[in-house]
């Protein structure tokens, strides 16, 4: 399987400002990744599909000019919250597909916006 | 599968009992299914995985079991132990798809 870090594991900010998101796959190429949100007592909610080299697909209802995804290589992806608002408070999850599609989940990253 | 509420179900169980965590999944196209546990502040750990040609699958100390007819997924943990708190997500995937869809997860307490 994978091994999946994300970095940061916490993130406090102000409202107003930008914050990167990074998933990297530590032994294995992605040519996918995924970006999932889970609010508390929640569970996973599938954001976006990061795609190696193109764009991003976004899920219903997931603004995509809010939530900038970069795949810049196969192993890693970047999902950055712009103009962060107390209601993007999250726990943000990425997960990487091996080859067989089975995937595999990072740490995640708890996001606090003040 | 999509979770609603702002209460995840708690099921208390005493120490060396055996817990049953069940799951109710949306798509009868589903063919792959995996349960998760996940504790505070952490990603979701694989635990087992079962596909849809079967209805029971083994793992140490675990069990899961599949109802087809009535979209049905449970998780028995035998002997329950403390560091088996956790909150257990099932998860659903579409034959053909890459998408994960889960659950609404279920709170496991484990009282000594």
């Known amino acids: 399987g994978a091994v999946v870090s994300q970095h940061p594991s916490w993130v406090i900010c102000k409202s107003g400002t930008s914050v990167k998101i990074e998933c990297r796959s530590l032994?294995?190429?992605?040519?996918?990744m995924f970006w999932y949100r889970q609010f508390p007592k929640q569970s996973l909610m599938l954001m976006a599909t990061?795609?190696?080299?193109?764009?991003?697909?976004?899920e219903q209802g997931v603004e995509k000019d809010k939530f900038l995804i970069n795949h810049a290589s196969l192993t890693l992806s970047t999902l950055t919250v712009t103009s962060a608002h107390p209601e993007d408070s999250s726990f943000y999850i990425c997960?990487?597909?091996?080859?067989?599609?089975?995937?595999?989940f990072g740490p995640g990253t708890r996001l606090t916006v003040l | 599968g999509e979770s609603v509420g702002l209460h995840l179900p708690t099921l208390s169980v005493q120490e060396g009992d055996n817990s049953i965590i069940n799951c109710a999944y949306s798509?009868?196209?589903?063919?792959?299914f995996i349960w998760y546990k996940q504790e505070s502040g952490k990603g979701p750990q694989f635990i087992i995985d079962?596909?849809?040609?079967?209805d029971k699958r083994q793992g140490q100390r675990v069990t899961v079991l599949l109802n087809k007819t009535v979209k049905h997924l449970s998780l028995q943990i035998a002997a329950t132990q403390p560091g088996d708190s956790a909150v257990y997500f099932c998860?659903?995937?579409?034959?053909?798809?890459?998408?994960?869809?889960f659950g609404t997860g279920t709170r496991l307490k484990v009282l000594a």
């Open positions: 997960s990487v597909p091996d080859r067989y599609n089975e995937q595999f």
């Open positions: 032994d294995f190429q992605a040519t996918t």
């Open positions: 990061s795609n190696e080299g193109s764009k991003a697909t976004y």
């Open positions: 798509n009868s196209a589903s063919d792959y």
């Open positions: 079962i596909r849809s040609n079967m």
């Open positions: 998860a659903e995937i579409g034959s053909g798809t890459y998408k994960y869809i």
